[in-house]
């Protein structure tokens, strides 16, 4: 932590670098929030309110660990209400809230010094219970209550165990239900995410409900600019809102850890039908349907033109204010794609717009465009994306469950878009949830477009697996190839071809820059010791000696905030490889004492359903980035919102992955405005589950792998390029993320055309040379460099005295360890393996629990001799070198790629004055 950093943490007396940007969070956040119910009493005038609820004082404004931003303040409800006019009934209730929540966190609840201060975690202190008097204080002078609940983002163990996170506490619903005893209007404000409130949305005293969500530093003020109308509310669900956790076709599956402790495998039986699909296709009533939100003013949708062609379908919709208050209003466009032999859902949302401030009586026309790969599925059976033969029906309207029928693109017959690689399969037999048949629909007079599939190119759209790579070596190298003679069956093997370029030992990373050496020369001039550290993170790194290769002096300091990670910096001076900065946060920048705006979550932000939001965000995202010298940011999730009323939704932006990836691209060419500054895309790809379980295994079919959770990720691929995509730590259909080659090279660089780095995440349990192998480029946030050069060796286990091989755990972070790996080398367990190590324990000590699990599995036996002592011979392979250096060269080209246009290189350059 560097002394800006210490003297805000202890002093708390820093400034935003830009309190402008305060501005944009309000409006964001008003934008942003969901009018989900309004009998006549929005938008409500100014004055006396009773204010009760326990986040009306201790407003949730953003989330905790790496969802921390340090402000120089947030503005709660009833701060927000003060600014704009408003007065309280309930000043003897609040002051009591106040004294329970400051008391709270002088108790600390058991947190430590670096939950507190650096993942910014608060005692979430019970709501006090309203008593008589303070319900006989509240009734004078007011007619109009509200009520501020508010749900911690925190997965404590108990939560994760009892699942009542999506529910009402007793001394919740026991406040609300004395409130609407007292108040005949109540408006509801829900300062969380989605959680059961169906009994509650019927109660006819609450005669409004809005979804706050997580606004942002701005909470409290952009709260009071919806409920006056100063803001038309705007904000529209980007998941189902169900009646009941259970109404979720992804509940039996949701993964709590007490659920999924025996197997750590998690099936995802839902297969495509999830979320609204699910909803839609089996007739389940939801509370509020997908894309649903009020306004203070009425909206008529026309589609004015349709045309369509192989590029993309084209709409020009007609948007005319209705009402008498000037407001926005989203158009959503979903298409029921054919039957066929393909299974579908009975509608997706294929492209949407937002139109600007229309006045009353003023109409705007909106130009949608249709991606054609938005309306293909995929065939298991073919590998390939398709579309089937019939009628692609078009409906446009204000939420799933409300739309009216405007077009129809015919297709003359089964035409395959690309055909890719089959890879990710399940390691098991899967059951899905099949569908009632979808009935015959009379479209009556609509516009009608046709496309032929004869006029398709369907030239160079095969994507095959890459099933080789180069090594490259300097002349007079006597390297030869230890991998393609490799007796082990290595994962994804691949056949290396050797290179050889012509030598450049004296060069640097600026020779490749300015054209004067190849960067495959350069790479070649780099040893493998050079090598495993640059492609592992700064934490706890090893240091090495190395050459300069400057014919000058370069001092380049090395100092910086205290931040997620960094890449070494200690080749900046020899090599000319500066390193680069990572900072956390999707509601912000995470430099703990350095106050930085904090943005809406990512819920809230994508419940603008606003590209243009979404870019302006980005762009002032990237202006903190520049001034704080980072280079990339942990953002953003494209994760879809598998469950909603999940304690850690608001993290994600949508339960539809094009929405998600539409709008996470918008964020990215934010950033991108800004010269140096780039994000790396999180988490690839299964990162749903509610478990904190590091290893567990989700089970997805290749369809729905590839329509819901894979499409996201894509999208945003083609829209924008990312510096980088971060892997989820979770297996996937029995493999590691970081591991899949199907995934980082298949996938995500032959299919997409991603020339980034793909990276590991925080503490994975992966194999890391397995991960290099596979096509993950950085192993965050850093690793032992000798560690991952064993990979090249043929290195035996490391055992300790009670029989169990060492076990490395260090760099903790929030009491879990960042770096962790069990030292078996070159041997690999397995009960079907040739292969055996032997070690022995000795008489006066205990056998390791974890080898006598291991021999309940089948994994080793142990035989105790006469003399008490133990044998234990534990089976399986032994892999060799199993990593070859045209791998780790490959991972380290793909860095230094990006690390070429960062804001550190350019600083690095400016040093070198050049």
Known sequence: MNLRQLKGVITKSGKMDFPEHRGLVRAFGADSMVLLKNNGVLPMNKGKVALFGAGAVDTIFCGVFFNYVFTDGNVSVRDGLLNNGFNFSTESWLKKMDKAVKLGEKENAGYGRTPKIFGGMKVRTEEV????????????????????????????????????????????????????????????????????????????????????????????????????????????????????????????????????????????????????????????????????????????????????????????????????????????????????????????????????????????????????????????????????????????????????????????????????????????????????????????????????????????????????????????????????????????????????????????????????????????????????????????????????????????????????????????????IPGVTIADGPSGLHIIGIPCTCFPSPMNMAQTWDMSAMVRMGRAYGREMEANNIDYCLAPALNVTRNPMFIRSYEFYSEDPALSGILGAGFIMGVKRYEGRNVIVKNVLTYNQETIDMDANINVSRRAFGEIYLRPFSVCQFMVKPAGFLCASSKINGGFTSSQKGLNTDIIRQDWGFDGFIMSDWGSWSDKGEDIHAGCDLIMPGYDPDKLLESMMNVPPTFEDDGYVTVVEKAFFYGFPSIKYEKWGSFILNKDGDAVVTTTVSADKEVSEKALKLQQEGLCTIKVKSNGSKTIEYRGYNRGPYLALGELQQAVIHILNEIKDTGSMKKLLEKANI
């Not at 005669?207 to 006056?228: R, W, Y």
């Not at 003359?412 to 979808?438: C, Q």
Request: charge should be negative.
């Open 129 to 576: 219970p309203i008593s008589e008097a303070d319900m006989a204080e509240a009734i004078l002078g007011a007619d109009t209550a509200i009520y501020v609940s508010r749900r911690a983002y925190l997965g404590t163990q108990q939560t994760l165990e009892n699942m009542k996170s999506y529910q009402l506490s007793q001394r919740e619903l026991d406040n609300l239900n004395l409130i609407t005893a007292n108040f005949k209007n109540v408006i509801l404000v829900m300062n969380s995410g989605m959680m059961e409130i169906a009994a509650i949305a019927r109660m006819k005293n609450i005669k409004a409900i809005i979804l706050m969500g997580v606004p942002g530093m701005e909470a409290g003020n952009s709260l009071a600019d919806v409920l006056t109308g100063a803001v038309n509310p705007s904000g529209r669900l980007t998941s189902t809102w169900a009646k009941k956790l259970k109404d979720y076709s992804t509940c039996p599956t949701v993964a709590a850890r007490n659920k999924a402790e025996k197997t750590h495998e998690i099936d995802y039986k839902e297969g495509i039908y999830m979320g609204y699909r699910y909803f839609d296709a089996f007739d389940v009533a939801p509370l509020y349907p997908f894309g649903y939100g009020l306004s203070y003013t009425t909206f008529d949708i026309s589609l004015e033109y349709f045309e369509a062609s192989w590029i993309s379908l084209m709409m020009h919709v007609k948007v005319t204010n209705t009402g008498e208050h000037a407001g926005r209003q989203v158009v959503q466009v979903y298409c029921s794609q054919p039957d066929g032999k393909l299974e579908k859902p009975y509608q997706i949302l294929c492209a949407f717009g937002k139109t600007g401030k229309l006045k009353p009586g003023e109409s705007e026309e909106l130009t949608i465009k249709i991606p054609i790969m938005s309306l293909t599925n995929f065939d298991e059976e073919t590998t390939a994306w398709v579309m089937e033969k019939g009628d692609y029906l078009f409906r446009i309207g204000a939420n799933s469950r409300d739309t009216k029928l405007c077009a129809k693109m015919v297709l003359d017959k089964l035409t395959t878009i690309k055909r890719v690689a089959n890879v990710i399969e399940p390691s098991k037999p899967l059951e899905f949830l099949t569908p009632p048949p979808r009935p015959d629909e009379d479209t009556g007079y609509i516009m009608v477009a046709s496309l032929s599939g004869a006029d398709y190119n369907s030239q160079n759209k095969y994507v095959e697996t890459k099933k080789e790579f180069t090594t490259y070596v300097q002349e007079g190298s006597n390297y030869t190839s230890y991998i393609n003679n490799n007796a082990y069956d290595i994962p994804f093997r691949c056949h290396e071809n050797i290179q050889v370029v012509r030598p450049c030992g004296t060069a640097t990373f600026i020779d490749v820059i300015k054209g004067n050496v190849s960067m495959e020369e350069f790479i070649a001039s780099l040893s493998p010791e050079v090598l495993a550290r640059i492609v592992v993170g700064a934490t706890e790194e090893s240091k090495l000696s190395s050459e300069n290769r400057f014919k000058f002096t370069l001092n380049v300091e090395k100092l910086g905030p205290d931040i997620a990670a960094r890449t070494t910096s200690q080749f900046a001076n020899t090599l000319g």
